[in-house]
């Protein structure tokens, strides 16, 4: 199974941290609360870091509902980026439950999750967690991923370092620059195993729908994740549901940065009503 780039191991400017390891801040706080204020939450993708959700945060910084700001945080997983002095977590479970406790403390305001293939399932897994609590996010935004009953597994985490570079490329989302440098593969590489073996071992638990509105996007030439793949999250809601397919492979959100902002503004899908009779 492939699944995503080490884009964002590699050094970056340092975001704010939000008062705990997990959390950075991409774009500050309103000086006041106001309501109906949303907290949006990113979740990277494999070999990702929080950085990788910058572009986000700027576009996001030129869109508000009704005058109102929103904060943008990204998760900064254990392993990576300044927090790779931390063991790496390969269990995807594990990753959502550390990114749980850390949210728990933020839900004085809607929180809206995004997540971007692995980031998806890891967004998911806490929104479960969440509604478990009666914390319920406002909205659920999952991008280039499979629905969770359909995540392949896989043994790409068990290739030597060729061979999970020849995957890496697969995915189309990393420099061939970086590719070429082993430097920065002797950084980079560790990060992505773990998570791919994260990804690849990932089962899904069986349990209710979220109550939580669920919005798909996905590229229409994504090599990883189909078009179908992405409609099946439908099944995983039983609030509204909506599915948009963009230009461009696994990475389209590269050059969609404003319409992505655009859907973690906007309000989320509605349910459909069902005639009956």
């Not at 996001?60 to 109102?68: D, I, L, S």
């Not at 995004?114 to 806490?126: F, N, P, R, T, W």
């Not at 991923?145 to 896989?154: E, F, H, I, K, N």
């Not at 996007?217 to 994504?222: I, K, S």
Request: net charge positive.
């Amino acid at each position: 199974m492939a699944c995503d780039a080490p884009t964002a191991t590699l050094p970056r400017p340092r975001s704010a941290p939000a008062a705990d390891p997990w959390l950075r801040r991409l774009r500050p706080a309103p000086a006041q609360s106001t309501a109906g204020t949303a907290r949006v939450v990113c979740f990277p993708h494999a070999g990702g870091g929080a950085g990788t959700y910058r572009p986000l945060a700027t576009a996001v910084a030129a869109r508000t509902v009704g005058g109102r700001p929103h904060e943008v945080l990204a998760v900064q997983y254990p392993g990576r980026n300044d927090r790779i002095r931390e063991a790496r977590v390969e269990d995807l479970a594990t990753l959502a439950a550390g990114a749980h406790r850390a949210l728990t403390a933020l839900t004085d305001r809607p929180l809206v999750l995004l997540g971007h293939s692995m980031g998806a399932l890891v967004a998911y897994e806490v929104a479960r967690l969440l509604e478990r609590d009666g914390l319920a996010p406002a909205h659920l935004i999952v991008s280039g991923a499979w629905a969770p009953s359909r995540v392949p597994g896989g043994t790409v985490h068990l290739r030597d370092d060729d061979g999970l570079i020849d995957e890496i490329r697969r995915t189309r989302g990393t420099d061939q620059r970086l590719l070429d440098n082993r430097d920065v593969l002797a950084m980079a590489l560790p990060v992505v195993r773990s998570d791919y073996k994260a990804m690849e071992t990932y089962r899904h638990r069986p349990g209710p729908p979220l109550a939580t509105p669920v919005t798909a996007l996905t590229g229409d030439r994504d090599p990883l994740v189909t078009v179908a793949d992405a409609a099946a999250w439908q099944t995983r809601t039983s609030a509204g549901f909506r599915l948009r397919v963009l230009p461009g492979d696994h990475f389209y959100l590269t050059g969609h940065w404003a319409q992505l902002a655009d859907h973690l503004v906007s309000a989320p899908p509605r349910p459909v009503a069902v005639a009956v009779g």
